[in-house]
């Protein structure tokens, strides 16, 4: 083999070295999250258990397709906002965060792993949504509407996962959980996961368009004929506002802790 071979080969092993990482990390880190009962059995098991009490009482109506799309939101937001905000938290209590900076791997390795074993707890929320509402709940899903609505999970999870980054950085591990519930439980409400925003009071009519759960929720209906197909740009385009504010603000907030430490 010559010396050129031998350099070209090199070079792409280095390239494909990061990627290697994020791949082996993604493993570990969903791993470790299907193995912790406290995270996989709340964040996986809520939504089923939502849907086996409301879907199945809405047996073959609208309102069980309804249930599926708003569920499946509801597991996105939770899946980013447990998974990384209250484990991030811990993580940087027990100085297992110190240790990951001290050692060569790089960080977006670390940050994309955790994104992306986030976005396959979505991916199994959606599917599992998916299946219960065609075998239980007298509902028809297309295809088209299937994959669609696994995408809108994925894509959704990065938003949520940014919102995480900040919330780990100012939720003190202790009061972690009450704190995430605290943001969790009213996005839900307040985005239409649960009914129709026009169900709402009028007060949270009003307050629901500036909440970045509602336009993921108006998405995910819309891929299942249940909310406009139009305006799904504004929608993106909020979603995609929400995620540079919130990498922004994690951002500056780590760099303070750093500068504190």
């Known amino acids: 083999m010559s010396t050129n071979t031998l350099a070209i080969a090199a070079e792409s092993a280095d390239r494909l070295f990061p990627l290697r990482i994020l791949l082996k990390e993604t493993q570990y880190e969903l791993a470790r999250l299907l193995r912790s009962r406290a ?42 906002l447990f998974g990384i905000g209250l484990v991030l938290a811990m993580e940087r209590a027990q100085g297992w965060l110190d240790l990951k900076r001290a050692s060569p791997m790089p960080r977006c390795a670390y940050i994309g792993a955790k994104v992306a074993s986030c976005a396959a707890f979505a991916l199994i929320i959606a599917t599992l949504l998916i299946l219960l509402g065609t075998a239980l709940g007298g509902i028809t899903v297309t295809g088209t509407q299937a994959a ?31 704190i995430i519930n605290l943001i969790y439980l009213p996005l839900s409400f307040a985005s239409g996961f649960w009914m129709p925003v026009s169900l709402l009071p009028h007060w949270l009519q009003a307050v629901a368009p500036a909440l970045p759960s509602y336009h993921l929720a108006q998405i995910a209906l819309a891929s299942c004929g249940l909310a406009p197909a139009n305006g799904m740009g504004v929608h993106w385009a909020v979603l995609g506002g929400f995620t540079l504010l919130m990498v922004a603000a994690a951002w500056i907030t780590f760099l303070r802790s750093e500068a504190n430490a």
Do not use: E, H, Q, W
């Not at 009490?53 to 937001?77: E, Q, S, W």
């Open 148 to 178: 669609a609505l696994a995408g809108i999970a994925i894509a959704g999870s990065i938003p949520f996962a940014a919102m995480g980054f900040l919330v780990a950085y100012l939720v003190p591990p202790n009061a972690g959980p009450g």
């Open 39 to 80: 995270y996989s059995l709340s964040v996986i098991g809520f939504p089923i258990m939502f849907y086996l009490i409301f879907g199945m009482a809405n047996r073959g109506k609208p309102a069980a397709l309804y249930l599926v799309a708003g569920y499946t939101c509801m597991g996105v937001v939770s899946a980013c």
